[in-house]
């Protein structure tokens, strides 16, 4: 059972917009700052956003997250093959002094 | 770039402990305002922060590895490990360590501290 609350699953069609939503509390989302990861088949996650919107170097601004209350979200426009992969988000708890992520959404391009 | 890389048996008997280590490639492990972490995944599952240590030995854990988790850093090799103790097979994982940016609070706002770059990983399994 994760902290933070994650679909298990999305999908979409190629050029097609998708949000992947992730739930929390007042004591991570909801007084911290939100990251997401990246995680393509059999690699290692890569940071895709930081602070909540924040993309790193490189990252294609297709991707995009924004953050209200206890909840956020990740959305990518123009949705492209390469996109399939595991998304996590992730966020410092206060209550538990550490860092908590979500169970993880697996993305399909149809 | 930035590298880093895991390393530590792939197998481990249960009750035993655990034990990895994480090599810096191309920066100090000293550089303030990061601390050094790992994370695990166990097959087919999602990920779990276990912790992080800063230069200084200042450390932050899970608090559900219930203190069977301690982070050490060597600073002279541009090292830190990983040591888990009394393992049973739930802690067969894919271990990760990483970089992680200290939380940080600023006009407000607490900054998470985001966990990047990530070390490939390396797989421990726990099994007689």
């Known amino acids: 059972q994760s902290v933070l609350t994650q679909p298990p699953s999305a999908s979409g069609t190629p050029g097609q917009r998708v949000t992947i939503s992730c739930s929390g509390s007042n004591s991570n989302i909801g007084s911290n700052t939100v990251n997401w990861y990246q995680q393509l088949p059999g690699t290692a996650p890569k940071l895709l956003i930081y602070?909540?919107?924040q993309r790193p170097s490189g990252v294609p601004d297709r991707f995009s997250g924004s953050k209200s209350g206890t909840s956020a979200s990740l959305a990518i426009s123009g949705l492209q093959s390469e996109d399939e992969a595991d998304y996590y988000c992730a966020a410092w708890d206060a209550s538990l002094n550490g860092a908590v992520f979500g169970g993880g959404t697996q993305l399909t391009v149809l | 770039q930035l590298q880093l890389q895991e390393s530590g048996p792939g197998l481990v008997k249960p009750s035993e402990t655990l034990s990895l280590i994480c090599t810096v490639s191309?920066?100090?492990?000293?550089?303030?305002?990061?601390?050094w972490g790992w994370i695990r995944q166990p097959p087919g599952n999602g990920l779990e922060w276990i912790g992080s240590?800063?230069?200084?030995?200042?450390?932050y854990y899970n608090p559900s590895l219930k203190s069977r988790a301690t982070l050490s850093v060597d600073t002279s090799k541009n090292q830190f490990s990983l040591k888990v103790t009394s393992v049973t097979a739930a802690d067969t994982a894919v271990y990760y360590c990483a970089r992680q940016r200290g939380r940080t609070c600023s006009g407000g706002i607490c900054y998470s501290g985001p966990i990047d770059p990530w070390g490939q990983g390396t797989l421990v399994t726990v099994s007689s």
């Open positions: 191309r920066a100090s492990i000293s550089s303030n305002n990061y601390y």
């Open positions: 602070d909540n919107s």
């Open positions: 240590i800063y230069y200084s030995g200042s450390t």
